[in-house]
């Protein structure tokens, strides 16, 4: 690590602070707060929509900003407003679809707008309550700027879906990526990751990479787990993550964030 005590700390939320049953326990709200108390900066760096926020800006004293939708997206915790996008373009989104579905078949498709709406197409299944969530066909998915694309397959692990669909498409023409292991491929303007955004986030403190500790579990953090000064994965990661960070700490059930946090921020 370039700093004995990291000025800002960025942490993934869902599988490295959140446990397995939802809930963000006490002790690594706590140490969260000891971080932002020895005077370090702390941004959630997080796939999640901004409306699945609400309870992260709660539970965080709605203090500070959120890097959201991989990167697409800044959201202000204070306000809960969105205040930052890097959308990715209608005729993009439009083209890639094409694309992935012609190779890929069997693909249902969803998206997350950049006002934080979902919608998805009748052969898309969501894995999660989608209660006034848009059902339609592409042509009106697709006719406004997204902060994601998402691409679900009921028949590919998500690790099998991205190397298909890195086959087909650039990283010159979209940034994909997953967060989880059940066939959903999450899908950003080119060049949008959570590295790019969270860079751009801590270079407002005065801050660069180095004075950074990340946090992370998934794929999509691998971007800001390399960027970072150091970089730490919770136990339960996947397995590419856990080959190329700094530190490996405890599970998030185990509240393994909260172990490094308390070492380096609680007072000797």
């Not at 709406?117 to 898309?124: I, L, Q, S, V």
């Not at 697709?142 to 991205?162: F, G, I, V």
């Not at 994909?176 to 590295?195: F, P, Y």
Request: contains cysteine.
């Amino acid at each position: 690590m370039t700093a004995l005590v990291p000025a800002v700390v960025a942490t993934d939320l869902d599988g490295t602070i959140v446990r397995s049953d939802g809930t963000i326990s006490s002790r690594t709200r706590d140490a969260l707060g000891l971080a932002s108390g020895a005077g370090a900066a702390v941004v959630v760096v997080t796939g999640r929509p901004p409306r699945w926020m609400h309870d992260v800006a709660a539970q965080t004293g709605h203090h500070g900003l959120a890097v959201c939708a991989n990167g697409a997206l800044v959201y202000d915790l204070r306000t809960e407003t969105i205040v930052e996008a890097h959308p990715l373009g209608v005729d993009v989104a439009r083209a890639l679809v094409e694309s992935l579905r012609t190779a890929i078949p069997g693909l249902g498709f969803a998206v997350e707008t950049v006002e934080s709406e979902f919608g998805h197409e009748p052969a898309y299944r969501p894995r999660w309550s989608t209660d006034g969530a848009l059902v339609a066909d592409l042509e009106t998915l697709l006719s406004r700027p997204l902060a994601k694309l998402l691409a679900r397959h009921e028949n590919l692990d998500s690790d099998e879906l991205l190397a298909q669909a890195r086959a087909v498409v650039d990283e010159a023409t979209a940034t994909m990526t997953h967060s989880s292991r059940d066939g959903l491929l999450e899908i950003s303007a080119a060049g949008i990751s959570k590295a790019t955004t969270l860079a751009e986030v801590v270079a407002r403190t005065g801050h660069d990479a180095a004075d950074v500790i990340a946090f992370g579990d998934m794929p999509n953090d691998l971007p800001m787990l390399a960027w970072a000064g150091h970089s730490v994965a919770v136990a339960n990661a996947h397995e590419e993550v856990l080959a190329v960070v700094d530190e490996v700490t405890s599970s998030n059930d185990d509240d393994g964030v909260a172990a490094v946090l308390e070492r380096l921020y609680r007072p000797s």
